[in-house]
């Protein structure tokens, strides 16, 4: 059997960087800088350039400015007007020196500026320090996207589709930003609110997917996905899988302690599972589920204010009110396709019509 080494070959060695310069003396040096710890490839113009990251994109370009035809300028603008390229990090290396011109390449989206003739040793420092950059960045972005979609997998179980954990975590971010918090705070639980009902991916789909009420043995076990929940995020040191193990073991909490699955009151139910609460209601209550249709915007007001201080924080439920403009922005911006704004079609279940439907039955 032959190894497919020409699958792996990104995957093998150092890092690709692009050098781009018209002068093939100003090459050869930036060879001789960083050929030992780079796999390089080169480009004797701006097109030229476009069309190597075209075939292999690069994991940082080393571009000049001043070159016939196609200038640095309209190289690194073209790359950030493709989503394709946009996210690959530019330093220019370039004979203008003035103070404007480094100005303009970072407003064009470069990461870097240096002035020739080169130092060596700057040179590979601040390569260096851009693609640890690069990598931190793009495993913080992965891990959240990771996350998101963790928590769209459990909305799949419940037979939620669409946009529901999108919605209902900018709903929290919202509520807290209107409460006050902390720009990370907000950040993070924007992040983490979508694995609340992760644990669901544990309960049986015979219960979950029940089109009647749940017997009480059945109440039993469906009340067990916050723990189960809890268990699969685990006790990772991280802020953001902290966060997001609180808000699963605590999200169906009531503020009056009747909740579960600990009859946690009050504040002693963290403020990050009091938002998500409020949120995660708001947004079953304004969309359709396969049991019922959407409620009008006054109605699931209405329900919210009826039950401040019995199931929510009464502060959370003010927060969502004074924001409620902007709630129902973030709603439009990410309605469901099968969720249109047109009359709903009728609950599949009598018992579960709109005037029967309170929050435990639509959390």
Known sequence: MTPPFEAWAEWLGPPRLLLVDDEPVNLQLLRRVLAD????????SGAEALQRVREAPPRLI???IMMPGMSGHDVIRALKADPATAHIPVLFCTALGAEEDETLGLELGAVDYITKPISPPVLRARIRTHLALVQSSEVERTR?????????AAEFKDNETG???????????????????????????????????????????????KPGKLDAAEWAVMRQHPQIGADIIGDDPSPLLRMARTIALQHHEKWDGSGYPHGLAGEAISVEARIVAVADVFDALTSQRPYKPAWPLDKALELLRAESGRHFWPDAVQALLARIDDAW??????????????P?????????????????SVA
């Not at 922005?329 to 047109?342: E, K, M, S, V, Y």
């Open 37 to 44: 710890d780079y796999r390089l490839s080169f480009a004797r």
């Open 62 to 64: 080393v571009l000049d």
């Open 329 to 342: 922005a973030i709603r439009q911006q990410w309605l469901d396709t099968a969720t249109p704004d047109a």
């Open 163 to 209: 946009h529901h954990v999108i919605r209902m975590s900018h709903y929290s971010r919202l509520i807290a930003e209107q409460l006050g918090a902390p720009p990370g705070f907000c950040d993070t639980l924007l992040h983490a609110a979508p694995m609340h009902d992760i644990g669901k991916i544990g309960t049986p789909d015979a219960i979950l997917l």
């Open 344 to 360: 709903p079609a009728q609950p599949a279940h009598p018992a579960q019509s709109p005037s029967a439907v309170t929050p435990a």
């Open 144 to 152: 959240l996207e990771i996350i998101r979609r963790l928590g769209r």
